[in-house]
């Protein structure tokens, strides 16, 4: 009897491994030869359904729509982009949400989160360090309201620690609803200002990006997280105690807005933004 037992006991083991063995292979729990060797050569970013590897150029082959967009709102060639990410990447283990090899102050890579938020980060390292291979044509905007909306929408999921809903309140308040056309021409949404008057983006699209990154860096990140908090810096006012705080007109508006757009967040893919 102990025999059978010690035989079935056996024969489940050796059926519970035949089982496991091709998931843990799917996920990467059990590397291959081939796998150790292509990690030793460093080009090794995924491997995909078909289990093939995929390297620099064909990763960003397969998020080809996200290279191009992000690439033409920093105004740089996605074809320079490209061979720029190749050579980058050439000598070091890809990192999927740090593509460009961006180190801190501590030369430690960071860790973006996501491939488009690295993406970004990069381009405009890239556009700040060679400024010729930047198109810096100005185009006013002049298409509709909903096209911005989708920017935003877009750009909020990248930078996901801003919410949605208060910055297209926010820049509705300041926009007049994405339809005021001095600020539209100047393809700037949220009313920033600089020592020369209201600062002028070169598109839209660079624009929208700007103002959702700002918020993300200099607001959110930092624990200015409510439109109240937010308000003390954006449109601040004195209360009856001299205490700074949000205008309550400000307030006002953005309030209105977040009632009109509170049923209007959904995901926007990057290839319709490239259809428009």
């Avoid at 920093?74 to 980058?88: A, H, R, S």
């Avoid at 283990?93 to 090899?101: A, E, P, R």
């Avoid at 929408?153 to 297209?168: E, G, P």
Wanted: charge should be neutral; aromatic fraction near 12%; charged fraction near 20%.
């Amino acid at each position: 009897m102990k025999s059978i037992m010690t035989n079935r006991v056996i024969r489940n083991a050796v059926l519970t491994v035949t089982l496991l063995l091709p998931l843990q292979f799917g996920t990467g729990f059990i590397h291959t030869k081939e796998e150790n060797k292509a990690s030793l050569n460093h080009k090794v970013v995924l491997m995909d359904l078909n289990y093939e590897y995929c390297d620099t150029r064909c990763y960003l082959s397969k998020e080809n729509a996200t290279v191009e967009f992000l690439s033409k709102t920093v105004g740089i060639d996605k074809n320079t982009v490209v061979e720029n990410l190749i050579e980058v990447n050439k000598s070091n283990k890809i990192m999927i949400n740090n593509i460009g090899q961006i180190k801190n102050n501590n030369g430690e890579l960071i860790d973006y989160g996501s491939f488009e938020k690295g993406l970004i980060e990069y381009l405009l390292i890239l556009a700040k360090n060679n400024p010729s291979l930047v198109n810096n044509k100005y185009v006013p905007y002049e298409g509709n309201s909903e096209y911005v909306v989708d920017l935003i929408k877009y750009f909020t999921k990248i930078y996901d620690n801003v919410d949605y809903l208060t910055a297209v309140s926010i820049g509705a308040a300041e926009s007049g609803y994405y339809k005021v056309k001095y600020m539209l021409r100047y393809n700037n949404i949220y009313g920033g200002m600089s020592s020369k008057g209201l600062i002028r983006h070169k598109t839209i699209e660079y624009g929208v990006l700007s103002y959702v990154r700002l918020l993300s860096n200099n607001y959110y990140s930092k624990g200015l997280d409510t439109k109240e908090k937010i308000g003390r810096v954006y449109c601040p006012t004195f209360n009856e105690y001299g205490e700074k705080v949000a205008s309550s007109h400000w307030i006002g508006l953005v309030n209105k807005a977040m009632k009109y757009y509170e049923n209007s967040y959904e995901v926007v893919e990057v290839n319709s933004l490239l259809e428009d």
